[in-house]
């Protein structure tokens, strides 16, 4: 589903089918947050990752990197993106499961974890022969965890490297590949509608973090009075000036990647597009019927953010994003310029799945 899965919230661990058939297993969690592209993440510009840049790069962290392991993560890293993919396997509602259900969740602490999956993946022969040609000179018992996240991290970017939109092509000099309406709605973007100011620069993302009224919705980030909500930056800063402020999203292929916003609140591109016209009564109209979820069978309470008035407020409170005034023309104009970002590569991703995988496992159940 364009490096996503189509859901407004991921569906982990237990979870049966794939991304918008996809239902819950009995007993889990749902992750409090909407899954993002990762279209172009290996790009040398991308120095964080996650809505609230919980890993970035960090000179003066021995690791290089500000990251939740601490020094427990491994050293050599050289990509954000490589050490994002050692914390999915670390999170029980994305990856490992509840302890007491297999030998990783029941390792507890972070090394722990890695080096079981490390020993387990390595068990595999033809694993091990991949990774021995991925790391030509590396012994075998050097191998860790961290060269299987590098491995899948150079796929993900060059699988998803994605340059080749009309917008691209415009900018490399051909003149005709933009429509007039993308055009005119590409000096609205840039100019007259703001949308320039946070989204700047080559993916349409400055990496600053920004308080734009978005609704919330599903179990939260266990922050606030009652745990159910999600603050965003502000946890990770340690400001709670930054409470409720999320990292600008790049832009790129955006007319494929929704839902939208860090909790998925927006089905459509229109939708978002429109809450930032007018954010706080874009929040407090928002339509919940538009989530999509996939099914559960255990009680859950999904918007009992958006029931409390005293929440609401302190997300309206929050915003920093101002109103924006355009005509129908204009608006669909700026439409027209955010479909100019797709890249028709992207469009269909099916050829990448491979036909079967060294472990042997299912790829579909
Ligand atoms: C003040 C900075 C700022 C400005 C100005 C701004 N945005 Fe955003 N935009 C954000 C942030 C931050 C988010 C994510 C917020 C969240 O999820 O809580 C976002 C989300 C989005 C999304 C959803 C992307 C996704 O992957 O979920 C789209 C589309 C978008 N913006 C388009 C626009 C357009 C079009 C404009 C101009 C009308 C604009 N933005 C102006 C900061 C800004």
Known sequence: MATGDGLSLSTGVGGHGLATARAMGAGRERVPRNAPEIFNRGHAFFTSMFWDSRIARDEDDPTGFAQ?????????????????????????AEM???????????AGSNPAIWDGLEARVMAIPEYQELIAAAYPGVPAEDIGCE????????????????????????????????????????????????????HSGVFQTDLEHYAIAMPQLGPGKGQGADGDEDLGRGPISGDSADDFKFRTPPLRNVALTGPYGHSGAYRTLEGVVRHHLNPVRSLRDWDRSQVLLSVSDDPEDLFSVMDDPAKVQAIAKANELGRVRLTKWQFDDLMAFLHALTDPAMLDLRSEVPLRVPSGLPLAD
């Open 68 to 92: 939740p392991a601490g020094s427990d993560l491994p050293l050599g890293f050289e990509h954000p993106l490589e050490v994002q993919a050692m914390f999915p396997l670390t999170s029980d």
């Open 147 to 198: 060269h299987i996240a590098r491995a899948i991290a150079a796929f993900e970017a060059d699988a998803w490297r994605s340059d080749d939109s009309p917008f691209d092509r415009y900018l490399r000099g051909n003149r005709d590949a933009m429509s007039a309406s993308a055009k005119r709605g590409a000096l609205l973007f840039y100019g007259r509608a703001g949308c320039g100011d946070c």
């Open 96 to 106: 490992r499961g509840n302890p007491g259900e297999n030998e990783i969740a029941n």
